[in-house]
Nanobody
Framework: QVQLIESGGRLVQAGDSLRLSCAVS????????MGWFRQAPGKEREFVAA????????HYADYVEDRFTISRDIAEATVFLQMASLKPEDTAVYYC????????????????WGQGTQVTVSS
């Protein structure tokens, strides 16, 4: 059974850094892309970043502006999202996702989702 369990979300101040984690189990990781998405109140869920589990190649949404870094630890079967210079508009529930597709199209296909972790950035 596939499980994606996010953690690390909390209340922070604008300008702070935060690292989210996604513990992954039940996947055959080859050919999988792992992604982070977010959903702010009243808005649609949007793509943040993705990483190829096998190659560690990455892909980011334009608005990330080099503030976020996605990575993965094969031994720990965990995907991370390191966020820096956080802004109030980064406030959202952040979701981890997995799909057996190239990382550049993970936002277009059906995916496995985690339950999400809340990030709140105060001004």
């Amino acid at each position: 059974q596939v499980q994606l369990i996010e953690s690390g979300g909390r209340l922070v101040q604008a300008g702070d850094s935060l690292r989210l984690s996604c513990a992954v189990s039940g996947l055959t990781f080859n050919n999988y892309a792992m992604g982070w998405f977010r959903q702010a109140p009243g808005k649609e869920r949007e793509f943040v970043a993705a990483i190829s589990w096998e190659s560690a190649n990455t892909h980011y949404a334009d608005y990330v502006e080099d503030r976020f870094t996605i990575s993965r630890d094969i031994a720990e079967a965990t995907v991370f999202l390191q966020m820096a210079s956080l802004k109030p508009e980064d406030t959202a529930v952040y979701y981890c996702a997995a799909a057996p597709v190239p990382l550049t199209i993970i936002h277009l296909v059906n995916k496995r989702w985690g339950q999400g972790t809340q990030v709140t950035v105060s001004s």
